[in-house]
């Protein structure tokens, strides 16, 4: 399974043998592939949106369009787990958004209702998975990751870490750090400019000593 | 707004990556997305910086049930088409959004209600013969109010693979704006926002694949018409 952002690019190339084959319509491939990323895209849908059944609903929509658009993958262009991946969170941003204009089905899990003021999608999730904190230091193992996040402030990370692992919009996040709107609005943009430039530089020295 | 600046295009891409970017300005920037390679080319390079941030993600193994609900459905649709439909059916949810932004637009202009009348605009070949295009003209349409635009060839346009069709507003003064690049050389380009401010032409250009690399017009002006708004 993929564990760090090593392995990313390490897998990237049996995965685009696999894309490769599943865009010309061979179904075998496409049956590995899933079996291969599927785990990985349900984490990442998962965090998003919270519903394991919507979240199953959308893993279904992600491999179906994975399979119409196999034949369009560039991997020149792209990492297969980079395009896989965005499918995935891109379906599950859409999912909240169609969640909002349907009524809910489901009631939120018991004793889970605490002040109505704290009760966001925060408060509704009872398990010990780590927090989005957790998983950005987790994901910044990579030595430029890493270096690049420690040039964030606190607050700047914690943001990012909403955005990003909670699928939250900026009112969302807004609420969560009980921040004004366009402080959180700035940390955001800040905080990714700062990545940019940082991983962007990283990337550029690795470059030049030859990796 | 002119897509084809590199600070917007990343500012926007950004936005839409980290997942902050939200409800219809998101449609509206999966809408553009086809004709802008600006946009897509900043978008790749936040995936590609962003996306492995999941990789710190415990995996969570789907029930047995997703992957036999998705053989279903392309079982499915193995009898209903053929492979080159079903590639072709990503496109055109693709462009869906385009489409419907296009219609949305038709709509508009030929909306007799509008305060002041569309302007049609021909760009005449300009007979730079190299490039392989048609003499036929490309068509744009603006609406009155100058926001919005569609544009496309008469017939379609010979072009050799390797190269796209960009449409540039030229303004009186600066540099030219990208308006986006004609897919497929015979496409439409449809936008709106104020991007045709102080421009008094319309240019078409060659260049490489999917647009521009550099923001500016890099290939020879393959087809021109002059407006006033």
Same mark, same amino acid.
């Not at chain 1, 270096?147 to 807004?174: N, W």
């Not at chain 2, 809408?31 to 080319?41: Q, S």
């Not at chain 2, 049930?65 to 053989?71: A, C, L, M, Q, T």
């Given at each position: 399974?993929?564990?760090?952002?090593?392995?990313?690019?390490?897998?990237?190339?049996?995965?685009?043998?696999?894309?490769?084959?599943?865009?010309?319509?061979?179904?075998?491939?496409?049956?590995?592939?899933?079996?291969?990323? &599927? $785990?990985?895209? =349900?984490?990442?849908?998962? +965090?998003?949106?919270?519903? *394991?059944?919507? %979240?199953?609903?959308?893993? /279904?929509?992600?491999?179906?369009?994975?399979?119409?658009?196999?034949?369009?993958?560039?991997?020149?262009?792209?990492?297969?787990?980079?395009?896989?991946?965005?499918?995935?969170?891109?379906?599950?941003?859409?999912?909240?958004?169609?969640?909002?204009?349907?009524?809910?089905?489901?009631?939120?899990?018991?004793?889970?209702?605490?002040?109505?003021?704290?009760?966001?999608?925060?408060?509704?999730?009872?398990?010990? &998975? $780590?927090?989005? =904190?957790?998983?950005?230091? +987790?994901?910044?193992?990579? *030595?430029?990751? %890493?270096?690049?996040?420690? /040039?964030?402030?606190?607050?700047?990370?914690?943001?990012?870490?909403?955005?990003?692992?909670?699928?939250?919009?900026?009112?969302?996040?807004?609420?969560?750090?009980?921040?004004?709107?366009?402080?959180?609005?700035?940390?955001?943009?800040?905080?990714?400019?700062?990545?940019?430039?940082?991983?962007?530089?990283?990337?550029?020295?690795?470059?030049?000593?030859?990796? | 707004?002119?897509?084809?600046?590199?600070?917007?295009?990343?500012?926007?891409?950004?936005?839409?990556?980290?997942?902050?970017?939200?409800?219809?300005?998101?449609?509206?920037?999966?809408?553009?997305?086809?004709?802008?390679?600006?946009?897509?080319?900043?978008?790749?390079?936040?995936?590609?910086?962003?996306?492995?941030?999941?990789?710190?993600?415990?995996?969570?193994?789907?029930?047995?049930?997703?992957?036999?609900?998705?053989?279903?459905?392309?079982?499915?649709?193995?009898?209903?088409?053929?492979?080159?439909?079903?590639?072709?059916?990503?496109?055109?949810?693709?462009?869906?959004?385009?489409?419907?932004?296009?219609?949305?637009?038709?709509?508009?202009?030929?909306?007799?209600?509008?305060?002041?009348?569309?302007?049609?605009?021909?760009?005449?070949?300009?007979?730079?013969?190299?490039?392989?295009?048609?003499?036929?003209?490309?068509?744009?349409?603006?609406?009155?109010?100058?926001?919005?635009?569609?544009?496309?060839?008469?017939?379609?346009?010979?072009?050799?693979?390797?190269?796209?069709?960009?449409?540039?507003?030229?303004?009186?003064?600066?540099?030219?704006?990208?308006?986006?690049?004609?897919?497929?050389?015979?496409?439409?380009?449809?936008?709106?926002?104020?991007?045709?401010?102080?421009?008094?032409?319309?240019?078409?250009?060659?260049?490489?694949?999917?647009?521009?690399?550099?923001?500016?017009?890099?290939?020879?002006?393959?087809?021109?018409?002059?407006?006033?708004?």
């Amino acid at each position: 399974m993929v564990r760090s952002p090593a392995d990313w690019t390490e897998r990237s190339h049996d995965l685009s043998r696999l894309l490769a084959r599943a865009g010309v319509g061979d179904r075998a491939a496409f049956a590995t592939l899933y079996e291969r990323t &599927s $785990p990985h895209l =349900l984490a990442v849908v998962l +965090r998003i949106n919270r519903d *394991r059944a919507q %979240a199953e609903d959308v893993l /279904q929509e992600v491999y179906v369009n994975v399979w119409r658009a196999a034949s369009s993958f560039d991997a020149a262009q792209s990492q297969p787990l980079t395009w896989l991946t965005s499918i995935a969170r891109n379906r599950a941003i859409d999912s909240l958004r169609r969640l909002q204009t349907q009524p809910r089905t489901r009631a939120a899990p018991a004793g889970e209702g605490r002040d109505s003021e704290d009760d966001d999608v925060y408060d509704t999730v009872a398990d010990e &998975s $780590p927090g989005p =904190l957790d998983l950005l230091s +987790r994901a910044a193992e990579a *030595r430029s990751l %890493a270096a690049c996040m420690d /040039q964030l402030s606190p607050s700047q990370r914690q943001s990012v870490a909403l955005t990003f692992f909670q699928g939250l919009s900026h009112a969302e996040v807004a609420t969560q750090m009980r921040q004004p709107l366009g402080t959180v609005k700035s940390w955001v943009r800040r905080s990714l400019a700062t990545l940019k430039t940082c991983l962007d530089a990283a990337v550029q020295g690795d470059r030049a000593s030859g990796k | 707004m002119d897509y084809s600046r590199k600070d917007l295009a990343d500012a926007l891409a950004a936005e839409y990556v980290s997942g902050t970017m939200r409800g219809g300005a998101r449609r509206r920037f999966e809408a553009l997305l086809p004709a802008h390679p600006a946009l897509r080319e900043a978008t790749l390079a936040w995936s590609e910086r962003l996306m492995p941030l999941t990789a710190a993600l415990a995996p969570v193994e789907p029930s047995g049930d997703v992957w036999r609900r998705i053989s279903d459905r392309l079982d499915r649709r193995k009898s209903v088409g053929a492979g080159a439909w079903e590639r072709l059916s990503f496109w055109r949810g693709l462009t869906a959004f385009a489409s419907v932004a296009a219609i949305g637009l038709a709509v508009l202009l030929a909306n007799p209600r509008a305060v002041a009348p569309p302007i049609v605009v021909v760009l005449a070949a300009t007979g730079a013969a190299a490039s392989g295009a048609a003499a036929a003209p490309i068509v744009a349409s603006i609406s009155g109010d100058g926001t919005s635009l569609v544009a496309r060839p008469i017939a379609p346009v010979a072009l050799r693979p390797d190269r796209s069709l960009e449409l540039w507003a030229v303004p009186t003064q600066g540099a030219p704006r990208s308006l986006g690049v004609l897919p497929g050389g015979g496409g439409v380009v449809a936008l709106r926002g104020k991007v045709l401010a102080g421009a008094d032409t319309l240019a078409v250009t060659v260049e490489p694949a999917g647009g521009s690399p550099t923001g500016a017009p890099t290939g020879p002006i393959v087809y021109a018409g002059k407006f006033a708004l």
